[in-house]
């Protein structure tokens, strides 16, 4: 994490080994530094971003709640070739505001012990 803190804000990314991919590990991770972020060092904003086509990655974002927020064209360069940075983000106030629906960062459904 890269912390902002004039900006209470920070960039996150995560690099997996291929033997864990899938298994839900990167999914809960990024619950626990959100939660951190935003509780015990009160960010307002939390940002991460995936080389595009990394679905997996997608899902990770979409399942801890993060929005869309663009594209950086062939941001970064990898083996000779440029890949696009797909960017998605979290404020403070859109994670107190799904709390308070009943809908918990891991998922969109409404969570049933509310």
């Known amino acids: 994490m890269v912390l902002n803190i004039n900006n209470q804000s920070a960039e996150t990314s995560y690099i997996l080994a291929k033997k864990y991919w899938n298994k839900v590990f990167m999914t809960e991770a990024l619950q626990v530094v959100l939660n951190f972020g935003f509780e015990n060092i009160g960010l307002n904003r939390i940002s991460s971003e995936y080389f595009g086509g ?59 012990s509310h």
């Open 54 to 112: 990394n679905i997996s990655s997608e899902k990770v974002m979409v399942k801890n709640n993060l929005k869309y927020e663009g594209i950086a064209k062939e941001k970064y360069l990898k083996k000779g070739h440029f890949y696009d940075a797909i960017q998605y983000a979290l404020t403070k106030k859109e994670g107190e505001n799904m709390k308070l629906k009943g809908l918990d960062r891991k998922s969109t459904r409404l969570n049933s």
